[in-house]
């Protein structure tokens, strides 16, 4: 993940500087996104899990040069978490994070005048806003539940409470954009972040050692360019 990093700091640095030493008029043009995540939580070790629903919405900014490459900024709104999965048995539980979200992200496009296809990538940060738990038993004395399936399976995490709420990692995505007007365009865009900070305290002494969020994003958006 340390390259992982690496590569991304060095994609973003290029873009800025292939946008400071070209001479075409900037594009600037703000806008707004909404859609839905899908989410897991990476436990070390690992906790059986589905991928949880959540929703994405935010603000964005985009500075582009004509030659393909640009920069955007973004505000979100994020939901992140997992589901437990317990095969066999009509036991639910399933946690979720909120989070504001602030990307970062080189911004490479091409395509014709009504048409583009982009890829975007680059470092993103977040503070968690608020967290919710769904639950068909009482997950804070599972002990005293009859028949739940203990045996080769951790439950310390169901009741863990949040160490940090502060959360870093690096996003990447696909998309297509319509250009509707001259002024105006619509995106749809697939994004998967990898989160490289732990939400649970990862003491040698913890029940884990890795607690770090993944999500899949599909958002439609909407821009409106100033400049």
Do not use: C
Not at 11 to 34: F, P, S
Not at 85 to 114: C, N, W
Not at 136 to 165: C, S, W
């Amino acid at each position: 993940m340390k390259r992982a990093s690496s590569l991304l700091a060095l994609l973003l640095a290029m873009a800025v500087t292939a946008v400071a030493q070209t001479h075409y008029e900037a594009n600037i043009a703000v806008g707004g996104k909404a859609g839905m995540t899908l989410s897991r939580t990476n436990f070390q070790p690992s906790v059986p899990q589905s991928l949880v629903g959540g929703f994405v919405v935010g603000g964005t900014f985009r500075y582009m040069e004509e030659k393909h490459f640009g920069l955007i900024a973004e505000l979100n709104v994020e939901q992140r978490g997992w589901k437990e999965k317990f095969e066999g048995y009509d036991y639910a539980y399933s946690r979720k994070f909120t989070y504001l979200q602030l990307p970062i992200m080189t911004h490479v496009y091409f395509g014709s005048d009504k048409f583009h296809a982009f890829f975007n990538a680059g470092p993103s940060v977040g503070l968690m806003i608020g967290e919710s738990t769904s639950s068909n038993f009482d997950y804070n004395h599972i002990a005293d539940i009859e028949g739940f399936p203990r045996e080769n399976r951790y439950t310390d995490q169901m009741a863990l409470k949040v160490k940090r709420k502060f959360d870093y990692g690096i996003t990447a995505g696909l998309g297509m954009e319509y250009i509707a007007q001259h002024k105006q365009s619509f995106t749809l865009e697939g994004r998967l972040y990898y989160g490289l900070g732990d939400v649970f305290s990862n003491k040698k002494s913890d029940t884990f050692s890795g607690s770090g969020g993944m999500s899949i994003a599909i958002t439609l958006g909407y821009f409106y360019r100033i400049k």
